[in-house]
């Protein structure tokens, strides 16, 4: 999966949407404690610094160290690659000891990863009863209904060269395999719905399409998604030439979930 965002990690850290504050003082009203955090997948570090707002310290973990050399450096963030599959051994060494972790994160990444090794690490470093998991997703952005029309048209072409995992994306995490119990005061895992809301200008817009890794896909097979036809299609419907700035809007899907006691 690394090997996806390898590429492009400067136009991801510069270009991915950060996530709503609403979305972090919820997973953080469900824990009591604040001690540690550790965000998986973190990519270039976007809710890792926000978890370093709330909690007393945050392993924030990706198997790119391209993509961690673009995280911002905060004293209370631990960044570690590790490998796509550890073992619970790795884990303790380089994570966490067991039973330790008040809330395990996973941004827009749960999609890419082995799930049960996965839930079977998280089992194990959560605290009990109240340790959480909270992962999310968000979806294709809005903008206009001019600008989202042409978005469609490269989205759709951009269908055969997505992976398959994709679709949990597309399906708002609603499908994914999710065996946790739900968190005091709510009734279900969700999803649980938030925005974030990103001002860009249509050169960042199309520096975000570029980030995907089915864009990147596409030009190793010799097609350009964003061909000049296209990017004058997107200048028309922005307006302005491109160069005003408008507000991006990025729906993000929650899942969160505690661990049973023992």
């Not at 990519?43 to 007393?56: E, H």
Request: proline residues 6%.
């Amino acid at each position: 999966m690394a090997d996806l965002f390898n590429v492009q990690a400067k136009q991801y850290s510069e270009t991915r949407p950060s996530y709503p504050p609403e979305l972090f003082q919820f997973i953080s009203s469900k824990t009591p404690s604040h001690n540690l955090a550790w965000d998986v997948g973190t990519g270039s570090g976007q809710s890792a610094k926000s978890l370093a707002g709330i909690y007393k310290n945050v392993v924030a973990t990706d198997t790119s160290q391209e993509q961690l050399a673009f995280a911002s450096k905060l004293p209370n963030i631990r960044y570690q690659q590790t490998l796509p599959i550890m073992s619970i051994d790795e884990v303790e060494q380089q994570v966490a000891r067991q039973a330790s972790v008040d809330v395990v994160t996973v941004a827009q990444a749960l999609h890419w990863i082995d799930l049960p090794n996965f839930y079977q690490q998280v089992n194990w470093v959560l605290k009990r009863p109240h340790g959480v998991i909270a992962v999310w997703c968000y979806i294709e952005p809005e903008v206009s209904d001019s600008v989202d029309d042409v978005f469609w048209r490269v989205y759709r072409e951009s269908g055969p060269y997505w992976a398959p995992a994709r679709k949990l994306v597309d399906d708002k995490y609603q499908s994914i395999h999710f065996p946790f119990e739900p968190v005091e005061g709510t009734d279900h895992t969700g999803p649980f719905k938030f925005e974030s809301n990103q001002s860009m200008n249509l050169d960042i817009y199309l520096t975000y399409i570029r980030s995907w890794s089915a864009y990147q896909t596409a030009r190793k097979a010799g097609v350009e998604l964003l061909r000049e036809d296209v990017i004058e299609d997107f200048k028309r419907a922005w307006g302005d030439d491109g160069r005003s700035e408008k507000v991006v809007r990025f729906p993000v899907y929650l899942r969160m979930g505690k661990v049973g006691a023992r």
